[in-house]
């Protein structure tokens, strides 16, 4: 079986910084994209940021240029630098992994982080 653990979030003020983590393991033969969620009251879950094996990296229009995602693949860990936070960023965040395990046989399936909280101040 496959867990996801992330930490890094807390409260911070309008223009400041956090960066998130979260780290799978378990029996994992190969991870493809990784991503970012975020989710505030009575809202839907959205993407935040996402980044594939290879590299490539999308952001949501509301974080580009703020936001930075990254991966380490030998920690089987993302990444989320998040800069010049603003009042709207605000909400419970959460890790996603597509993970292809040691006894896959239908290919990956996704994992979620527990969520963590990010309070911006105004």
């Known amino acids: 079986q496959v867990q996801l653990v992330e930490s890094g979030g807390g409260l911070v003020q309008t223009g400041g910084s956090l960066r998130l983590s979260c780290t799978a393991s378990?029996?994992?033969?190969?991870?493809?994209?990784m991503a970012w969620y975020r989710q505030r009251p009575g809202k839907e879950r959205e993407l935040v940021g996402s980044?594939?094996?290879?590299?490539?990296?999308n952001y949501a229009d509301s974080v580009k240029g703020r936001f930075t995602i990254s991966r380490d693949n030998a920690k089987n860990t993302v990444y989320l630098q998040m800069n010049s936070l603003k009042p709207e960023d605000a909400a419970v965040y959460y890790c996603?992994?597509?993970?292809?395990?040691?006894?896959?046989?239908?290919?990956?399936?996704?994992?979620w982080g527990q969520g963590t909280q990010v309070t911006v101040s105004s």
């Open positions: 378990g029996s994992i033969r190969f991870i493809r994209n």
């Open positions: 996603n992994m597509q993970i292809m395990t040691r006894t896959s046989v239908f290919g990956t399936q996704p994992f």
């Open positions: 980044i594939t094996n290879s590299g490539a990296t």
